[in-house]
DNA sequence: CTGGGTTGGTGTAACGATGCACTGACTCTA
DNA sequence: TAGAGTCAGTGCATCGTTACACCAACCCAG
């Protein structure tokens, strides 16, 4: 290897590594010019990159921040993972990627592993209701961020949440669909209780009660706790949704509000499989609105979160707290998701 | 913080800093059972976990590995990037994740942060002919491993390539179509000068060949260089395409085989801007087998990359070269791909 | 009962960067 | 011109772990 230490650089710059390291450190208005320039001659001509690990032993936290997404094999969450690494690049950090497959277990080794290698600071997408699994590392200091999931009651003060209202979402997605006539509308979701989950069923039922409609008589498929489906497998719960909400017999809705865009991509497919036609004979809605919503015959309508502008919101709470201008923790913000009409949805 | 050390560990165990060490590093039998136990008490009594920047910055290396991909926004290289996760977990190792939007420079610049992070070897995704970018990085050392990239004459002696075989996988596409009686049989991919596109064409050409037909007659599109399109946006290529190859007075085709399966739903997705149906009216085929290409409708026909196995092959040659029973470097690892028809091609 | 070998450890100097406390040389001001 | 103050830069201990060189105690053959 023959790593190119500080040392070499302080002997070629003849001057001391102490110096070296001020010039490196932005402390250069404590030395003159012609010291300053010798220096960045010194660095450049023999190639000087500072060691990590050396930097991090020293400082105690390194140039990384971690990511823990459900699955980057879902298309949402690679999407989200892709704006993050370039939010954080731009504030010179690496990103540390995790999937945690929804597993508490996993997530919980994940944070606690990522805080031993010494991240800056965590974003974390998880929707479960509590925290506690990753309390203790958040107690010796971490600077947690949750994504997709609005704080709880109980969260830790200093955690910071980035998320859309899901509240909000549901209600959109689901007068969207009163809009057009629909007055049957299925709500369906796999069977992991999540935050944002119970948050968009509440903002589909709000819409139903404001519209006059009880939730009680909608057909609300939930999965079977027996058979958990990860983030990939998102569109086998839809799939297998559509086969159980119109067998026959059954009490079959005209339209549907899906969890996720992956749910109502599945969903699509198990009407397909029971030659039905989706926008004609029903209506379908998904959230996220990932590329391939676009992409889909029909294309499909979907309430659009701002991935962009949230991810670079949560990088710079997890690298950089205060960044954003107000440095109060534990804040909560959440951003106003998108109706994004296709064809997927059309009237009664 | 309060970091637990090992010479906490020593001290409650009543050794030297240097036995624990030891002990840590597999060299037990260097000991006393008595005091093996004590060690091992003391370090879970006090939750020790080593401190890994010491480690590296002791050692050299760390326990990561990188993974450099396209994007992870694309379905089909989040869903690589996962496998690798797992299969690096199984070698006690962690995978940092780049997008490299295959921009050259951003390869290499990811390639040196990487290399002078320690990492123990990395996977890269490219699909560029040459690897002098990175031909530096290879000479002090580094374990690359090319995925999706057949090892090329010029590559460095060390260097070990995975990777399907894609002249068989692009004769496999062609003669599918040509066995449902398609005579007019079309070529889409994006500009890229790649190095897996050119074996896809050739076995397309190939397999045109071998049933009489002139790959000339052919109609052939790759993109215009004015607009290059990434990974994520290969929807568009393909969509693109579609409008071009069926605008009046073209001479139109019957069969698409398509670079991959993002740029095949793309081109579904145009035919369909168009008035023409999948499957129907032309035949699609695409690469990869991402989990979209069954939801799709018609759920498309794809040629289909082991993506676990390769995944597994990889992390191994990364993080362990020769732990795969040979141990001689330079290797080039093509796997078979499998055809996996759907519905998107049907005889003419 | 000497001398060589084995067993079960320990002391210590790195790895590379950092930042506090310090100094020597100047420059003012009174 | 003494004394204080600034400027530009340096020495050194330190972060936690590792591995080499070393050592003390014991055993046994001759």
Redo the contacts between chains.
Sequence with gaps: ?ARVTIQDVARAAEVSPSTVSNFLNNRSERMVAATRERIERAIAELGY?P????R??RN?R?QTMGLVVP?????F???F??EV?VAALEMGC??????SERDPDRERRYVE?LW???VRGIILCTSLPSLEHVGHVIK??LRLVTFDRPAQPNDPASVVSISIDNNVGGQIATSHLLELGHTKIAFVSGSIRSVNRSARYRGYCDALEAAGLSPDDMPVWAGTDATRFGD?EA?QVGRNAAHELFREGADAPTAVVAINDMTA??F??GL?DLGLE?GVDVSVIGFDDI??A????P?LTSVRQPISQMAKLAVAEAVDPGANGSNEPGRSVLLRPELVVRESTQSK
Tied chains: 1, 2.
Excluded: H
Excluded at 71 to 75: D, E
Excluded at 94 to 99: G, H, K, S
């Design positions: 290897m990159r060691n990590r690990a050396a991090q032993l105690g390194s699955s980057v094999g879902n298309p969450w690679g999407a993972a892709r690494e690496n990103v540390l990627l995790c999937n592993e031993e290698d010494g010796e200091g990939v569109a991509l599945g699509c497919r397909r989706v590329i391939l676009d992409l889909y015959d294309p």
